[in-house]
């Protein structure tokens, strides 16, 4: 079995405990929302995405608004929840809660079919050594970023890649570090010749250097970003700045592979998040292109146009599929699989 299918399997069975956060800090979010409108005639409940994204903007004041959103999570201190924010700027923190307090699924229990074919999905992204005319001349970088607990970082680290778990919560990262106590029995050496990679927890902001320069990396020099819950913690309004990150984090091609949990893909996008609806059509467009601010109609769904090209800085899909299990809110009454895999190159 490969990486990306303990990965994906884990990845899944861990959203069902996100789900039970997510369902009740929207719970509050509507008695919050109810409240506002009360005290406000103007007040609208419905979120309107075409107005947020019908103007152009400097790609820097996505990421200004990106740190100020970051800089209200957690006070820096104690990493506690403010008890005055709302949902929408407790994106980080929520996701964070949500790993924290369940624990991850055994890895005794992954299914070696989820994913597709391992052979496939290796053909795909490499190993996780890097081999000069047979001669390995170092181990594949992989981030995690909003890792939570780190249980993906400490499986990456299993198969053999150097891992960086990031997180803007302090507490996260100590929970993460918990986790990794029991790294050697939760998460064995997958090939002992390949052998076991190094593991780091970051404490950043993924939208600053700081924390790059501090580690004394430069930029593109990841050779595998894992995005999970992590796209769909952000409104349509910080996408384009999510999207313009990894072109900067990114190793190049065929090295470097961004590979992203599509999830979730068949949530109505007019419903509060996090987490927020995530279609593919939306990974498609701002992945394609990066840091360009983006249209969304009125019913929250991204806009297309088909004859468009790719930016210059736009990453290629190189690999989409379905899998063959996953956890019962991406799948339909019917068994369908909504959720979805992929993974993009820089061009």
Not at 249 to 266: I, M, Q, T, W
Request: charged fraction near 25%; aromatic fraction near 10%; glycine fraction near 8%.
């Amino acid at each position: 079995m490969s990486f990306l299918d303990a990965i994906t399997w884990s990845s899944y069975m861990s959203v069902r405990s996100l789900l039970e956060e997510y369902r009740r800090i929207l719970d509050n979010a509507v008695k919050e929302r109810k409240a506002d409108s009360l005290r406000s005639p103007d007040f609208n409940p419905t979120p309107n995405f075409s107005a947020a994204t019908s103007h152009r903007t400097h790609p820097s004041t996505f990421r200004n608004h990106a740190h100020r959103v970051q800089s209200r999570r957690r006070p820096k201190d104690t990493g506690q929840a403010h008890p005055s924010w709302k949902p929408p700027y407790r994106v980080g923190g929520i996701v964070v809660t949500g790993r924290q307090n369940h624990p991850p699924m055994g890895q005794a229990q992954a299914k070696p079919d989820v994913g597709g074919s391992s052979t496939t999905k290796r053909a795909v992204i490499g190993g996780p050594l890097v081999e000069n005319e047979g001669v390995v001349t170092r181990r594949k970088k992989a981030l995690v970023p909003g890792c939570g607990r780190g249980v993906d970082v400490l499986m990456l680290a299993s198969f053999g890649y150097d891992a960086y778990g990031l997180e803007y919560s302090t507490s996260a990262i100590e929970e993460s570090r918990k986790e990794e106590q029991d790294a050697e029995q939760k998460y064995p050496v997958r090939d002992a010749e390949i052998g076991k990679g190094t593991v780091t927890w970051v404490h950043g902001d993924f939208f600053e250097d700081t924390w790059l320069e501090g580690l004394g990396l430069d930029k593109n020099c990841f050779d595998l970003i894992y995005d999970y819950t992590f796209f769909c913690a952000f409104p349509p309004l910080l996408r384009p700045a999510w999207s313009l990150r990894y072109t900067q984090l990114l190793a190049p091609s065929p090295f470097g592979n961004l590979v992203c949990l599509e999830f979730p893909r068949h949530k109505d996008p007019l419903q509060h998040g996090p987490p927020y609806s995530s279609p593919s059509e939306a990974y498609m467009e701002h992945l394609s292109h990066p840091g360009e601010e983006l249209s969304y109609d009125a019913t929250g769904y991204i806009k297309r146009n088909p004859l468009r090209e790719p930016s210059p800085l736009g990453l290629e899909r190189v690999a989409y599929w379905q899998p063959a299990q996953t956890h019962d809110f991406g799948t339909s009454q019917e068994g369908e699989v909504f959720d979805r895999v992929s993974i993009w190159r820089r061009r």
